[in-house]
């Protein structure tokens, strides 16, 4: 479904990202994992369309993927992903008037009826139920992510983008979170793509764990080279070794530390 | 005893200092008058609040010996409408091109350059122009104020606009929005608070604009009468006018904010990130 053919990210001299070569079929659910500023999040901004490769192909059912964001590609950012001058319940019917042709997005008569019995459920499932009428300010981090997920599910997207959802969540939250996304991932027969800083969150969910690291070191030009996938690794079939290896490459600075 | 920093009145305190000052000056104001007055009775520069009352009176609920009109309310109502028409227009066209301008860069690339230009242009030097190319009449007045402050609206409302997280205009997109939905329903709601605060700090400059105005060339309004009797030193009238145009601005300060509150509770709440 998403093919990458050799792909390069460069801003000036500054390589991002280099010699990406992957493949991904539907239904697979992806996590990303690499330190910060690998170039896992500008990859995700090249699915969602705000980036564009430098060089290479980056192709959706081998046609190349559109430069701007579109409803086939959901996303949930780590914050902002909401509108905070409407309501819970507002936020998701909004989801439903804009995929209808119109100059002003509002609906009317029926078709509002219809599409705020549609929010009512999806807001069911994500569990907001209690909280459709208050304003996104009113509401806790994590209950703010599953209204930006439950819009996301409403414009009934292929792909799901998730760029750090849970980073500023508390760890007991976030494992409801991960049900949650595990549950709606399976219902919805999504394609999903989610970066993370945690590594035991990218071993934990998902069918397959993408590294991104430098293959090359220049101690001289640190950015004259860029990132790659340096693990591809199906998840549920790893010993605990592997996991140790993957943590140390991820936090050099604190294994030259300890040692 | 604590850090200076670190005293705060309570709220009985707070007001007795709040209103101190102006009981001060109202007192300073009252020993001085008294001693003028009884130095010279006929004195114009500090009128007593008996003479001030009285001209009030007169001006206020006494028709005009010469045209039958209340002159006060006159003045009020010409000024008022001026205002409200220049502020109004200001407030539709700073809205306008901010919200274009700050969403759109193929307009912003067009436009920006010139407003900023033009928002370094005086206001009150184009004065004669406006005199000259609409007249002495009304809409010369309307138009010194609305272009003294749809510079200043617009280039407020544009960086509100560009504050405004790209996330949320990413998102709508992956939720099929098209431009003019994004500029109806995304951005155009959370400026609207925006104008209302612009607005309210640039009803400063609209008064200057047009008390500026209707001292050069009018026949009615509070900026005419202040500058007309200053001839006469009528101190009894320009005092109790200038207080009066200073409650309508706060006065509308007030309106304008209680609007805000009641019609955009979750800007007023802080929810605007």
């Known amino acids: 479904m998403i093919e990458a053919k050799n792909l390069w990210k460069r801003y000036g001299d500054n390589v991002v990202l280099e010699q990406i070569n992957i493949r991904v079929a539907e239904r697979e659910f992806i996590t990303m994992v690499g330190t910060s500023g690998c170039g896992k999040s500008t990859f995700l901004k090249m699915l969602l369309g705000t980036e564009t490769a430098s060089s290479g192909e980056l192709l959706l059912d081998g046609q190349p993927i559109s430069t701007e964001p579109g409803p086939d590609r959901g996303i949930v950012f780590q914050q902002y992903s909401v509108f905070p001058h409407m309501t819970v319940l507002e936020n998701v019917m909004a989801a439903k008037a804009f995929q209808r042709r119109g100059i002003t997005g509002f609906l009317f008569g029926s078709a509002k009826t219809a599409a705020r019995k549609e929010a009512a459920d999806i807001l069911e499932q994500v569990g907001l139920s209690h ?17 930006a997920i439950a819009q996301a599910l409403l414009a009934k997207p292929r792909i799901l983008l998730l760029d750090e959802p849970f980073g500023a969540l508390d760890p007991g939250i976030r494992a409801d979170m991960h049900e949650l996304i595990l549950n709606l991932w399976r219902e919805y027969k999504l394609t999903v793509f989610m970066v993370t800083h945690d590594l035991k969150e990218g071993f934990y969910l998902g069918t397959r764990l993408w590294v991104f690291d430098k293959l090359r070191h220049d101690p001289q030009a640190p950015n004259a080279y860029g990132a790659s996938i340096t693990y591809d690794l199906p998840v549920g079939q790893m010993d605990a070794s592997l996991y140790q290896e993957i943590d140390d490459s991820l936090r050099p600075i604190i294994t030259v530390q300890n040692s | 005893m604590k850090r200076l920093i670190n005293l705060t009145p309570s709220p009985v305190l707070s007001a007795v200092l709040a209103l101190l000052p102006f009981v001060l000056i109202l007192l300073v104001y009252v020993a001085a008058s008294d001693v003028r007055l009884e130095a010279n009775p006929n004195d ?42 220049g502020v109004l227009i200001a407030a539709s066209l700073g809205l306008l091109l901010g919200i274009f301008t700050g969403a759109l860069p193929l307009v912003n690339s067009g436009v920006s350059p010139l407003l900023t230009v033009v928002s370094l242009v005086p206001p009150l030097a184009l004065l004669p122009i406006l005199f000259i190319v609409f007249g002495l009449g009304e809409l010369s007045k309307v138009m010194l104020v609305a272009i003294g402050i749809t510079p200043v609206i617009a280039r407020d409302i544009q960086r509100r606009t560009m504050e405004i997280p790209a996330e949320q205009l990413v998102k709508a997109q992956t939720l099929g929005a098209s431009t003019p939905q994004i500029l109806i329903r995304v951005l155009l709601p959370q400026l609207l608070p925006k104008l209302i605060d612009a607005v309210r700090l640039s009803l400063g400059a609209g008064w200057l604009f047009l008390i500026a105005a209707e001292a050069i060339a009018s026949t009615d309004g509070l900026g005419y009468r202040i500058f007309l009797v200053r001839r006469y030193m009528s101190m009894d009238v320009i005092l109790p006018y200038v207080a009066w145009i200073t409650l309508l601005a706060f006065f509308f300060d007030v309106v304008l904010g209680w609007v805000s509150r009641k019609l955009f509770p979750w800007h007023a709440q802080g929810g605007s990130q």
Not at chain 1, 139 to 146: A, I, P, V
């Open chain 1, 131 to 147: 909280a459709l009428n208050r304003y996104p300010h009113e509401l806790s981090g994590g209950m703010k992510q599953r209204l």
């Open chain 2, 44 to 85: 114009k520069l500090l009128p007593s609040f008996s003479q001030i009352g009285d001209t009030l009176h007169r001006m206020a609920f006494e028709p005009s010996k010469r045209t039958g009109e209340y002159l006060f309310w006159q003045d009020t109502a010409s000024s008022l409408s001026r205002l409200g028409m």
